[in-house]
């Protein structure tokens, strides 16, 4: 581009003038002390002002000297004088320099203006980025979240081959990955990895934790791979971040074999390896591998490290999953002793355990241990222990450990309620399950649908139909929606009182409430039309439940059979038991069938009954 000549005349400089007569006036670097102090200038203030006009200087000064379009006629007329613009040779002496531009960076106020300076130094052929001006720019730079600008800053740094403080570089690389800036992660690690050296080893280290954080593991694996192809030396928080990603990723062998690599640095043993054995136990844990586990813990005593409650905690839950019961008990005493228990998981692992293995009563001897640990037993952990009781020493042992419990302080949730409820109602004890049920209810626990279940279930077994309907409208009022179990239940109890209305009442309200009834749900309203000798409703409800793609049982069977009998459709009745696809039917099924083909007179489908099926002797 051609440049135009500028004459040394009073007209030119009075035009020079003129091109910056709308600059402010700045005010002196060094004010008087005689002047007033509510007219003194901050220093924050001279800052901006001198670094706008540093700026200002470098985007226009070169302007009058380029070849304008629309000049005045004093400048076309000018004689082409060759003489040094003063311009020209005051544009690189504005003077940036790295000093200056960490001291905007130092400054709240100044600091927005800090790399539109530095980008403009850049145009300086004397000027070099420093280490301490890279540094201070990367973090005016993440704390303003301006990442198009960290990317200039970045490729700035490839250039120059400058790198900021190992720190920085680890919170850059951090800061990336936290806000999904994978392409400028991915670009420093590129940078730092071709300098290697301290800053390398700490940026790989922070990006494989980051991408922990954001479960991201495979991502943390191929990190470490770079690193391994450039012969990075990895610290101890690389190790312990690629072995929990392989231990989330379902590689407990890689795990092991990285464990291996940790435990030969320099490093090992010192106490901060505890947290890469609780990880190396965990990986183990979660693979099933109990033994491995255990193992890991020795040889970590071995070497004079001494085991934290997370390592004691993967190790016993994973020998109680594997039901290694002589083994957990040991590790679990001494994790006792060493005070090293905490975790409500693996207290309820334990508990599993022993009731598999039919040893309840050692379930209460861990509810006391949490609870002199100061632990809430967990309505789970409470309603394992009191269904462990049911299963493997029946009803009323239920109810002497529940009362154990309630005894050393455990509070029950609506789960271990509606346990003791059913448990109540299987023993007949009508008197205590409403009383259990009044004390969760007072306690705000009032939308449990498994405990009105039972209520209404146990009502409707001693016929007692107004409490039942009663707590149905209660469940309801409580924004308790019922469940294809409670409607079980009151079709029951009407079909077994003979109130065939009540039931087709309940039915409509379930097919109002879209609730899916199952095959207790059709067997119950077939029932109760049948008693109530509505045959033809039967049939409909019936052909409804094959439609929908019911399966028969011997119950719906045998209702069926009296159906088709009293309705003379035997056609109809040799179909269904086609359809059964079986050859031996109980004793009370078959000879339903039997005697109502003989009472018909159908002598032919009884050979055929006798033929093609078989009856089972009931077990007393």
Not at 36 to 64: D, E, G, N
Not at 196 to 219: C, D, Q
Not at 396 to 419: H, N, W
Not at 448 to 474: D, P, Q
Request: proline share 4%.
């Amino acid at each position: 581009m051609e440049v135009l000549p500028f004459p040394a005349s009073s007209s030119s400089t009075r035009v020079m003038a003129k091109c910056y007569s709308d600059w402010q006036s700045l005010p002196p670097l060094h004010p008087s002390r005689r002047t007033p102090p509510q007219s003194q200038t901050s220093v924050s203030t001279i800052k901006r002002q001198l670094a706008s006009f540093v700026l200002h200087c470098s985007r226009s000064c070169a302007s009058p000297l380029l070849e304008p379009k629309n000049l005045p006629n004093e400048f076309q007329a000018a004689p082409t004088t060759t003489v040094s613009p003063p311009l020209l040779e005051a544009a690189p002496k504005l003077g940036i320099s790295n000093k200056f531009i960490r001291g905007l960076c130092s400054d709240r106020q100044t600091e927005q203006l800090a790399f539109e300076c530095y980008r403009r130094a850049l145009l300086q052929p004397e000027f070099r980025p420093e280490k301490k001006t890279a540094n201070a720019l990367t973090v005016q730079l993440l704390r303003a979240k301006q990442w198009d600008s960290l990317e200039l800053l970045v490729e700035d740094f490839r250039t120059y081959g400058v790198l900021p403080e190992k720190r920085t570089c680890a919170r850059l690389v951090a800061s990336c990955i936290k806000a999904r800036k994978f392409g400028l992660a991915e670009a420093v690690l590129g940078v730092v990895e071709a300098k290697k050296g301290a800053p390398a080893v700490m940026a790989f280290s922070s990006a494989m934790l980051a991408y922990n954080k954001l479960h991201m593991y495979r991502r943390t694996v191929l990190v470490y791979g770079q690193a391994r192809v450039a012969r990075l030396p990895l610290n101890a928080d690389a190790y312990r971040a690629v072995m929990e990603a392989c231990g989330a990723l379902g590689e407990p062998d890689m795990a092991a074999s990285l464990f291996k690599l940790y435990r030969s640095q320099k490093w090992y043993p010192s106490d901060t390896c505890v947290e890469a054995y609780a990880i190396i136990c965990d990986a183990l844990a979660k693979a099933g591998r109990a033994r491995d586990a255990l193992q890991c813990l020795r040889e970590m005593e071995a070497d004079g490290l001494s085991p934290n409650a997370a390592v004691y905690s993967s190790v016993i839950g994973a020998l109680a999953d594997a039901r290694e019961t002589a083994a957990a008990k040991e590790v679990y005493r001494q994790a006792w002793e060493n005070k090293m228990l905490g975790d409500p998981d693996m207290f309820l692992k334990m508990i599993i355990m022993h009731v598999e293995a039919g040893a309840v009563e050692d379930t209460i001897e861990v509810a006391k241990d949490m609870r002199q640990l100061g632990l809430r037993v967990t309505d789970c952990i409470l309603s394992t222990i009191i269904n462990g009781f049911v299963k493997k020493r029946g009803l009323k042992p239920a109810i002497r450990a529940y009362d154990k419990l309630a005894f050393i302080g455990c509070e029950p949730g609506q789960v271990t309620y509606a346990s003791v409820i059913n448990v109540y109602c299987r023993l007949g004890r009508s008197d205590r399950a409403e009383s259990v049920f009044s004390e969760m209810i007072d306690r705000g626990l009032d939308k449990c649908v498994v405990a009105y279940g039972n209520m209404i279930s146990m009502y409707g077994k001693i016929r007692r139909a107004s409490e039942a309907m009663k707590l149905l409208a209660l469940m309801k009022q409580k924004g308790c929606e019922p469940n294809v179990f409670v409607y079980n239940s009151l079709l029951d109890m009407h079909g077994r009182l003979g109130n065939a209305k009540q039931a087709e009442k309940i039915w409509k309200e379930m097919m109002r409430r879209k609730v899916q009834p199952d095959r207790i749900s059709y067997t119950a309203i077939i029932y109760a039309n049948n008693r109530a000798g509505e045959l033809d409703r039967c049939m409909e409800l019936f052909q409804e439940f094959r439609e929908t793609g019911g399966k028969i049982d011997k119950t719906m069977a045998g209702l069926m059979v009296g159906v088709f009998s009293k309705c003379s459709r035997f056609n109809e009745l040799i179909e269904l038991l086609k359809g059964m696809n079986v050859t031996k039917m109980d004793r009370r099924l078959y000879m339903t069938v039997l005697r109502s083909l003989r009472d018909a007179g159908l002598e032919v489908h009884v050979k055929w009954l006798q033929s093609n099926f078989t009856f089972m002797e009931e077990k007393t």
